[in-house]
């Protein structure tokens, strides 16, 4: 199984200010014959489902605020929020979708500072 | 617009099977550009994917769930099934139905999500 980790497990950033989230797989994601990266990020709210923010490391889903943006290849992702809104307080996880069975990181819960 | 809705017993009793329906309205679950799956959440934990099927009925499970799970589909319905035998505390969670944007042999990420279901075991 490829195994997906998360730094920081918890963050906290004061609003207006840039959150950083990064995510590290224990294998690599990169297909190279379609050369994408098979990584997806999701934003999750106190008691709703997740919600699909960025996919393909970084194509943000339609209706994502701009604010919002993935990069990395490989192995190494990162989520970052340009300028933290009250609205972004949540859990985020990355996702590979590589391999069976897909897997998750363990989550990064994002707080207000 | 798609949505997807999770019904099924809130409480198993250990030993026994869970089983859950996830009825898919807006959009048709035999379509060929799609997978259709089961990902939970134990409380206050991170997410777990049990598995996905496409409109095919070809099937893929988590290894460590196979022995215990089957997916299913009732195209009639529009709709598609989960089955967890001889569940314990561990299997207590929010289980969530969705759909994969995919093909044959291939599916990515989870676009759709229901809102999704709490089950818990115990006696």
């Known amino acids: 199984d490829i195994v997906m980790t998360q730094s920081p497990d918890s963050l906290a950033v004061s609003l207006g200010e840039r959150a950083t989230i990064n995510c590290k797989s224990s294998?690599?994601?990169?297909?190279?014959?379609?050369?994408?990266?098979?990584l997806a990020w999701y934003q999750q709210k106190a008691g709703q489902p997740p919600k699909v923010l960025i996919y393909?490391?970084?194509t943000r889903e339609s209706g994502v605020p701009d604010r919002f943006s993935g990069s990395g290849s490989g192995t190494d992702f990162t989520l970052t929020i340009s300028s933290l809104q009250a609205e972004d307080v949540a859990v985020y996880y990355c996702?590979?979708?590589?391999?069976?069975?897909?897997?998750f990181g363990q989550g990064t819960r994002l707080e207000i500072k | 617009q798609l949505q997807l809705q999770e019904s099924g017993p809130g409480l198993v009793k250990p030993s026994e099977t869970l089983s859950l329906t996830c009825i898919v309205s807006?959009?048709?679950?035999?379509?060929?550009?799609?997978?259709w799956g089961w990902i939970r959440q134990p409380p206050g934990k991170g997410l777990e994917w049990i598995g996905n099927?496409?409109?095919?009925?070809?099937?893929y499970y988590n290894p460590s769930l196979k022995s215990r799970v089957t997916i299913s589909l009732d195209t009639s319905k529009n709709q598609f099934s989960l089955i967890l035998s001889s569940v314990t505390a561990a299997d207590t969670a929010v289980y969530y139905c969705?759909?994969?944007?995919?093909?044959?042999?291939?599916?990515?990420?989870?676009?759709?999500w229901g809102e999704g279901t709490t089950v818990t075991v115990s006696s």
């Open positions: 807006g959009g048709s679950i035999s379509s060929s550009s799609y997978y």
């Open positions: 294998q690599n994601v990169f297909y190279s014959s379609n050369n994408k990266n098979y």
């Open positions: 969705g759909r994969h944007p995919g093909g044959l042999n291939y599916y990515h990420f989870m676009d759709v």
């Open positions: 996702h590979q979708y590589y391999s069976t069975p897909i897997t």
């Open positions: 099927i496409y409109y095919s009925g070809v099937t």
């Open positions: 393909w490391a970084s």
